[in-house]
């Protein structure tokens, strides 16, 4: 050994030296990834820290809301949250990946009812409904009209009108309203097909429209989803397109909202299914709750109401059963149609029950 030759390293300078190269030589060890609740707790906890710190250590007073910039997180906390952004209050935390946003819920009053709705609906008898039977549902309805002049909405008095729905769609049913023929419901229309060029045409008929939220049966609506996050899924995607080229059908929310309250009140759905719907509706942003709103049938209770360009939704239930009595339809603003508070829409359902055949009044 030349006097340039370094002496190897002795003793626990040795260990550590060779602890180093087998480090080198190893794969980095893996670091567990955070659950989607420890993210969640996480973001919560640095939104509070730098909301305090800048209050000086204080909780946040009250004070004028303005849009608010995404907060400043501390190195620190970044490290721990690595691949998370942080949200400001306003924005709301992002969904686990892979899932539907569904946005931020209904205000807590809205989503303290509708879940004593859903308590309700669950605990009533389930529909007794063969598959070979008609869903029949009386109510009365009133829709305003205007002029051809385009004056203010008027209201005419409320209608009757009852329903019958094939239970597994296998067969048309029957729509029959005060003062207008009756009218068939999901007749198969008749069109003729030709075969080849210069074939003589064959008369036929277009194939049944699949059942679906937007065209619903009783077995339908009875296999619906139970999860009230699924079951809002499937009705955006079902509803996906309809009315989105302006007013109240252009926005998803509303389109959402409305469809539930056509299968609240035009379906007869096993109290799971009922229950879901409400808990669902409880998840779209912007519903709230009206001390007060009376259905068609002069019935005051309790509503569930959503506002839509210019115009309000509202679902009135019984203020003690919180059973789903009716709808209604308001004017939001005041338009050529009239004031604020003008109602273009009134409904209330009646009776659900179970027909033979179409025209026929529920057995006893």
């Not at 409320?158 to 049913?173: F, H, K, T």
């Not at 008369?203 to 619906?224: D, I, M, Q, R």
């Not at 005041?334 to 025209?359: D, F, Q, R, Y």
Request: net charge neutral; with cysteine.
């Amino acid at each position: 050994m030349n006097a340039f030759t370094p002496r190897p390293p002795r003793g626990a300078d040795a260990d550590a030296l060779l602890r180093t190269e087998l480090a080198e030589l190893l794969p980095p060890p893996p670091v567990p990834e955070p659950t989607p609740e420890r993210i969640l707790d996480l973001r919560h906890a640095v939104l509070r820290s730098a909301l305090a710190s800048g209050e000086g250590g204080r909780a946040a007073r009250p004070r004028r809301r303005f849009p608010l910039r995404p907060l400043a997180v501390p190195v620190a906390a970044c490290a721990v949250l690595a691949g998370v952004v942080v949200l400001a209050p306003d924005e709301g935390p992002a969904g686990p990946p892979g899932r539907v946003s569904t946005g931020q819920p209904g205000s807590s009053d809205a989503v303290r009812f509708l879940s004593r709705a859903a308590l309700a609906a669950a605990a009533a008898p389930a529909p007794g409904v063969r598959p070979e039977e008609y869903v029949y549902v009386k109510s009365l309805v009133a829709h305003a009209g205007r002029d051809a002049a385009g004056g203010p909405a008027v209201l005419p008095s409320a209608r009757a009108r009852e329903v019958w729905l094939s239970a597994d769609g296998s067969r048309p049913g029957l729509l029959r309203e005060e003062g207008s023929a009756d009218a068939p419901l999901g007749s198969r229309a008749p069109v003729y097909e030709l075969d080849g060029p210069g074939a003589v045409p064959r008369k036929t008929v277009l194939g049944a429209e699949a059942p679906s939220v937007t065209n619903p049966t009783h077995a339908y609506v009875a296999a619906l989803p139970t999860d009230p996050e699924a079951l809002l899924r499937l009705v955006r995607e079902q509803t996906r397109g309809a009315g989105e080229t302006g007013g109240p059908g252009s926005d998803a929310d509303q389109r959402a909202f409305t469809a539930i309250g056509t299968l609240l009140a035009e379906t007869w759905a096993p109290p799971e299914v009922t229950a879901a719907l409400y808990r669902a509706a409880a998840l779209i942003p912007g519903v709230a709750v009206l001390p007060s709103a009376t259905d068609a049938a002069g019935r005051e209770g309790v509503a569930v109401a959503r506002t839509a360009h210019g115009e309000q939704t509202q679902w009135v239930f019984d203020r003690t059963t919180s059973a789903f009595l009716g709808e209604r339809t308001v004017l939001a603003e005041t338009t050529p149609a009239g004031p604020a508070g003008t109602v273009l829409g009134v409904s209330a359902v009646l009776v659900k029950g179970a027909a033979a055949v179409p025209g026929g009044l529920p057995k006893a």
